[in-house]
Every structure is written in structure tokens, then in C-alpha cells.
């Protein structure tokens, strides 16, 4: 159970890598657990093609900015965080996001910080190539604050292969010292993404689109995709055990 407020970043600062995916994944897994308890909110930043925020319309709470180097969409950001309780935020990041958050970051993240409602939960889709690593450090020099959970989006391969991310980690003191765990997304085929991509709906209005065949392996994505999401639970309420058995 998430305690406290949470916002959930789900970065990359680069289109292709499974963004909008993870998110979609994400805001589902939160409904489905928490939906009674909290007010799940999807925060789509991409402008050019808001499709978590256009499946989710109308059904749960949601709100566009564009969170550029343009101070604007940052301080309404901080606006709804401000006026919102019980509520877990669902941030789907746009390509090319790294230069709003080399001019916002360390203001956006400190201001977080001092507030102490909010925990911030990075997640960090990743293909194989070296940008996918270079901007993940890029973004940690600016976002000093929360959790960090690269994914290996095995859509592009076994994680095994992602020997480009796994070297650097293991050479960078500095991106070890951030990273909080590196978590394995699941591959979904691309007949049936394409299905889910085409019909701009939601999780649920998907399986319904599809055969039976096709619901199935859907189905098993979407079982090892929520299972991902529950590592990070444990490890957020492992740490509020280790808060709590601090206090005097």
C-alpha cells in the first residue's frame, strides 16, 4: 500500500522506448489496486501525442502540461500537486523532455523535498542503445530526489542484452549510487500492440477487442507487467518499515 501521495515519472527523454506503454501498464495496475483508496491521475505531457491521456479520458482524472524549459507548465504542475490529496499521479513524459528538466529539475524536485507529501518514483524505459544510458544520467544530475527504476524494455531484446546499460552501471559510481533497483518490462507482439496502439483505448476496452488467443498471451503481458509494479510496492513499503522502526 502506498502511504504517502505519490507521483510516478515515467521518463526516457526520447520517443521509442516504450514510454506510453509502461505508462498505460502503470495507470491500470493502479486502478485495479487502488482506485478506492486513492484518486489515480494521469499527468500527460505529450502534446504532439497524448495517447495515455486521450484512452483515459473521462474515465479517471487527468490534466496536460508541457513541461519544457518554460517555467509555465511546471508551476501549474505544482499547482495540481498543491490542491490534490490521496491521490497517485501518473506523469507520461514526452520525448526530448531532458531539456525542460535541466532547466526545472533541481527547482521542481527541491520543492518536493521540502514538502514532504509527495514521494517521487522514477521509472526509466529503456532500449539498447547509449543514450538510453546517457540521458538517464543526464536526468539523475537534475532529479536528486526519490526512487529511480531504469526498465529494460525487452521488447528490444533479452535483458542479457542489454550489456551497453549493465556496463556503464557497473563502471559509474555515480548511476549505481541512484539507481534504486533495474527492473524487466515485458515484450507484447506487435500484432497485438498495434491493436492497442490503433484503438487509443484503455487495458480493459483492449482484451475485449481481442480473440481468444490473443486475450491470452494479453493477458499474461499484463500479469508480468503488474508483477514488476509489485517489486516496486515492496521496496516503497519496505522503506516506510524502516522509517517506522527508526522512530523513537
Not at 27 to 46: A, H, N, P
Not at 189 to 217: H, K, V, W
Not at 219 to 235: D, G, H, S, V, Y
Amino acid at each position: 500500500m502506498y502511504m504517502k501521495d505519490t507521483i510516478f515519472y515515467v521518463g526516457g527523454s526520447k520517443g521509442g522506448v516504450g514510454k506510453s506503454m509502461v505508462s498505460h501498464a502503470l495507470v491500470q495496475f493502479l486502478i485495479d489496486k487502488y482506485s478506492d483508496q486513492k484518486t489515480i491521475y494521469v499527468v500527460e505531457t505529450d502534446d504532439s501525442n497524448p495517447d495515455v491521456g486521450r484512452a483515459y479520458k473521462g474515465k479517471i482524472p487527468g490534466a496536460g502540461f508541457v513541461l519544457d524549459e518554460d517555467e509555465r507548465g511546471w508551476l501549474a504542475l505544482s499547482d495540481l500537486l498543491d490542491g490534490s490529496r490521496d491521490t497517485l499521479f501518473v506523469i507520461n513524459s514526452a520525448a526530448r523532455s531532458n531539456m525542460g528538466i535541466r532547466k526545472n529539475g533541481r527547482e521542481f524536485t527541491e520543492t518536493l523535498r521540502n514538502g514532504g507529501r509527495y514521494d517521487l518514483v522514477t521509472l526509466w524505459p529503456m532500449n539498447r542503445q547509449k543514450d538510453s544510458v546517457v540521458l538517464l544520467g543526464d536526468f539523475l544530475r537534475y532529479v536528486d530526489y526519490g526512487s529511480v527504476y531504469p526498465v529494460l524494455n525487452t521488447y528490444f531484446g533479452d535483458a542479457v542484452d542489454f550489456t551497453l546499460y549493465t556496463n556503464y552501471l557497473r563502471e559509474s559510481d555515480f548511476l549505481e549510487s541512484k539507481v534504486t533497483k533495474t527492473l524487466i518490462f515485458p515484450s507484447l507482439s506487435d500484432m497485438i500492440a498495434d491493436i492497442f496502439y490503433s484503438g487509443g483505448q484503455t487495458i480493459p476496452e483492449t482484451e475485449g477487442r481481442l480473440n481468444a488467443l490473443a486475450r491470452q498471451y494479453f493477458l499474461t503481458w499484463r500479469r508480468k507487467a503488474n508483477a514488476m509494479f509489485e517489486e516496486i510496492e515492496e521496496i516503497a513499503n519496505a522503506d516506510v518499515t524502516a522509517e517506522g522502526d527508526g522512530e523513537l
